[in-house]
């Protein structure tokens, strides 16, 4: 073996030069041109099949993407609602980067949105009945921290059980979706239904101060995306920036080296597991303070689901998801429009969204074996 | 008559090393022979060749007489060669005669004819004394047990010339009784073994001849009844020992290092370690020889903290460190080398500064508070882990594109480097360098050796743990030996007696503590 030539990679600043990460491909930053060209390829690729699809299906496929685009960004209010949907994708995004980049394997950011919701809408209603003239500038951090204890607490599980047990967290975070999403059920059709509410399962509205403001008068867009923009940035400096960031990628990337330099590796990944379901619990917040107000049995489209993809396409770089967030946002709020333009179903917007996928993560797999 | 077994001339190199050269090797019917030889001397290599894992780059290979062209493991079981390796190849939920019908054609086409074959297997049990339940579970058995269950599935697939590779590593000394038992059963019944170990008292014990391999070279072929185990290791070890490195007299301190009666357990709970005790001085290099597999893993896993001890006493600089942390062990200025440096000692996809940092990237100056006032904390210091970094890289010459290079991109000498870099960057008291020159060429080799013994000058307890024997005998100034987890002895390098040093690899020889 001798020493290969300086390579593009070692000048770049990091993180995009020390990404961290063995066993996955994605884990690998883009840096260079091939880095780049090959996953936006894959994207276009998707497309392509998607259009074939489109076609077989009865549709034209030009008429149907123009729709799908329009329907997404095509106008104010559309940019808004793709906006809008982006934000708890955006969130869970950085949960599952900040998992996945200790090889903790979080699958369960559904489940942990629906119980930050419950945490956030526990928040809200406790303020109201108690302390009913608090300040914004009070009541939303504690939402905020209502959102991301709940989250928190409900992927501690899946982690005490992991660490201590070395159970699975893939099998444990999966099962207990379930359990989340059917207990925000009996909450809003039980104890926590508001009365005034004509039988809908659906609890009371939180306190008024604890409310997302809203960025555009008479729209949905709320405060939230910036939280979640806001938290990409925190996600990017605790990762690189800090010990806990470096002792997180140290474990993901090669746990028995990190051991042998005396890194605790059991706390390291429940930490992680810790982080990433809190991440996930403000995004089930940001839809309770932001756009709902109270409590809906599901509320989510499968937000948790969509994150975890998006968090794969933007490669694991809590910048880099930004994009795919509102790229994922944007094919959500488009299909409805591209379905009702070319009479087809929005599945279909869901089979893109799942080549998209594989044809991106394909992609790096191909990065890697060209740069070497 | 031709003997049953020729290999003619085999050579095989891998990169910079010829693992076997122009080896003649002949066994006959109705023999044990074992092949002895040091760690790295092409023993397994050669096997491994005879049982169709590895090409040949030279040579060829006789059965009965005929030449044969053996492409692989499938062709070996076709020409009647059986191989068991060290680490078993058993499906554990499978019962013994799930997993001896393994991949063989059912007579009952697409069914398993399961009663016929447990059948055989019984018959093929009491004729040779292995004693097994063809319907036991292979996870319920105990690691002799499994061991039959490989030779039975070597007989089952007709072998008439068995290879054993250090068969007796695993087995408790009852096992090894009735598993010499078999060896003999299958001698008389016209089986040619060959089996690899590196054990003079099983050579002469059990083997009627014994070929002796040194440097991918053979030393000799002798009938075992006509040599003696002093013989043996001398053809096993026997060199001029020409010191290439520079190195003053020691001077030795303090005692760093000392453990007292330690007992460690291995992975299979049996103990690796047993009742060790060792010392080693500010200093000095003490090197631990012996062959792989001694219980040398464990013995460093206990010292730095990531295996508990079962029963004994470390301590560093005085203060009892048995069964710490890695962390805690750190911080008595314990540092090491470990045995495998992809996997055990870097993060690949990380940069080359990072990597400096793995063992002390939360202390300052790598972190810090957000104030800076020189204490460690949360954040860290992307200036000092880069200055430090950059002086790294030149004081230990590592040739990388630069610190933010990806460290999987640099060669295996220059990983090293920076595994050793980082381990004495901050003055350890004690270094545990286990295998420092595994793989490496000769130039990166000298490199280390040389660090190594600079580091000695400068006054650190230096723990050498290596199998590689020409490395102990170069570097330590005083070489305990390693034998199935005890130390057969201690001798100071000056004017030492090679012979002396293989009887005690081999465990022929002990020396009163």
């Known amino acids: ?372 | 008559m031709a003997a049953f077994l020729r290999m003619e001339n085999i050579g095989k190199r891998f990169g910079q090393l010829q693992a076997n050269d122009q080896i003649t090797f002949e066994a006959e019917a109705g023999e044990i022979h074992a092949l002895l030889g040091e760690n790295g001397a092409g023993k397994t290599t050669l096997m491994n060749i005879l049982y169709g894992l590895y090409q040949p780059d030279s040579g060829g290979i006789y059965l009965r007489g005929e030449k044969v062209k053996i492409r692989s493991p499938q062709d070996s079981i076709r020409h009647g060669v059986g191989m068991v390796h060290q680490h078993f190849m058993l499906v554990p939920p499978f019962t013994v005669v799930q997993n001896v019908v393994l991949g063989l054609r059912s007579s009952r086409g697409p069914f398993l004819d399961t009663d016929r074959a447990a059948a055989r297997i019984r018959e093929l049990a009491n004729q040779y004394g292995l004693k097994v339940d063809p319907e036991a579970f292979v996870w319920q058995l105990s690691v002799g047990a499994q061991q039959r269950v490989e030779i039975l599935k070597a007989l089952y697939r007709g072998a008439q010339l068995l290879v054993l590779d250090e068969p007796t590593a695993v087995l408790t000394p009852q096992e090894t009784k009735e598993f010499f038992l078999t060896l003999r059963a299958m001698a008389e019944r016209g089986h040619t073994v060959i089996f690899i170990t590196h054990k003079m008292e099983e050579v002469m014990e059990i083997s009627d001849r014994c070929t002796v391999l040194r440097d991918g070279k053979v030393v000799g072929t002798v009938k075992t009844g006509e040599t003696t185990d002093t013989e043996l290791a001398r053809m096993m070890v026997g060199r001029e020992v020409v010191f290439r490195v520079e190195k003053k007299p020691a001077k030795p301190g303090e005692v760093v290092l000392d453990v007292r009666e330690l007992s460690v357990a291995g992975e299979r709970g049996l103990l690796a370690v047993r009742g060790l005790s060792l010392q080693v001085r500010a200093g000095e290099i003490l090197g631990l020889a012996g062959v792989d597999g001694n219980g040398q893993t464990e013995l460093a896993e206990a010292i730095i903290g990531l295996r508990r001890p079962v029963a004994g006493r470390i301590s560093i600089a005085g203060h009892d460190m048995t069964g710490a942390t890695p962390r805690q062990v750190i911080e008595q200025k314990v540092t090491h080398i470990p045995e495998d440096r992809m996997t055990m000692g870097l993060v690949p996809t990380f940069s080359v500064q990072e990597n400096l940092i793995l063992d002390s990237y939360d202390q300052a100056p790598y972190s810090r508070r957000p104030l800076g006032n020189g204490k460690s904390g949360w954040f860290l210091n992307a200036r000092a882990i880069l200055d430090h970094a950059r002086q790294a890289i030149t004081d230990y010459n590592i040739k990388a594109p630069g610190p933010e290079a990806r460290t999987k991109m640099l060669s295996g000498g220059n990983l090293q480097k920076l595994v050793l870099a980082r381990a004495m960057y901050h003055a350890p008291r004690l270094l545990v360098a286990v295998q420092p020159t595994r793989g490496l060429d000769v130039g990166a080799t000298e490199f280390i050796w040389n660090r190594l013994l600079a580091e000695r000058e400068a006054g650190r307890a230096i723990l050498l743990i290596s199998a590689d024997l020409d490395e102990v005998l170069q570097l330590s100034d005083r070489i305990a030996v390693l034998f199935e987890g005890e130390i057969m002895g201690t001798l100071p390098v000056q004017g030492i007696d090679v012979v002396e040093l293989g009887l005690l690899m081999a465990g022929a020889k002990r020396l009163p503590a």
């Open chain 1, 1 to 372: 073996m001798t020493t290969p030539p300086a390579n593009p990679a070692a000048a770049l600043p990091e993180p995009l030069s020390v990404a961290g990460g063995v066993k996955l491909p994605w884990h690998r930053a883009r840096t260079s041109l091939i880095g780049f060209a090959l996953p936006l390829g894959g994207l276009l690729v998707a497309f392509g099949i998607g259009a074939i699809m489109l076609a077989a299906s009865g549709a034209n496929p030009l008429v149907a993407y123009q729709a799908l685009f329009k329907g997404a960004f095509g106008s104010r209010n559309n940019i808004i609602e793709t906006l809008v949907k982006s934000t708890p994708i955006l969130f869970v995004a950085l949960g599952v980067t900040f998992a996945f980049r200790c090889s903790v394997w979080n699958i369960g950011s559904e489940g942990q949105l629906h119980i930050g919701a419950v945490g956030a809408t526990l928040a809200g209603l406790a303020m109201k009945s108690l302390t009913p003239n608090l300040p914004p500038i009070l009541a939303i951090p504690i939402m905020i921290l209502g959102g991301f204890l709940f989250g928190g607490l409900y992927a501690s599980f899946a982690g005490v059980l992991k660490v201590k047990w070395e159970v699975n967290e893939v099998i444990t975070t999966i099962m207990m979706n379930f359990v989340a999403i059917l207990f925000v059920q009996y909450l809003t059709f039980g104890p926590l239904r508001d009365p005034a509410a004509n039988g809908l399962p659906m609890s009371a509205y939180i306190l008024e101060a604890a409310q997302l403001a809203r960025l555009v008068a008479r729209s949905r867009l709320h405060l939230g995306v910036v939280l979640a923009v806001v938290a990409a940035v925190l996600v990017y400096i605790v990762l690189w920036k800090t010990t806990l960031g470096y002792q997180i990628r140290a474990v993901g990337a090669n746990p028995r080296a990190a051991k042998h330099a005396g890194i605790n590796v059991p706390r390291s990944v429940f930490v992680a597991m810790v982080i990433s379901g809190g991440l996930a619990g403000l995004a089930g917040m940001s839809e309770v303070a932001g756009l709902h107000y109270r409590l809906l049995d599901s509320f989510s489209p499968g937000y948790g689901q969509a994150g975890t993809v998006v968090a794969l396409l933007g490669n694991l770089h809590p910048i880099a998801i930004i994009p795919a967030a509102l790229l994922f946002g944007g094919l959500i709020t488009g299909a409805d429009t591209m379905a009702r333009t070319v009479q087809v179903s929005t599945t279909i917007i869901t089979v893109i969204q799942g080549i998209m996928v594989l044809f991106v993560l394909g992609s790096q797999f191909l990065v890697d074996k060209l740069e070497g």
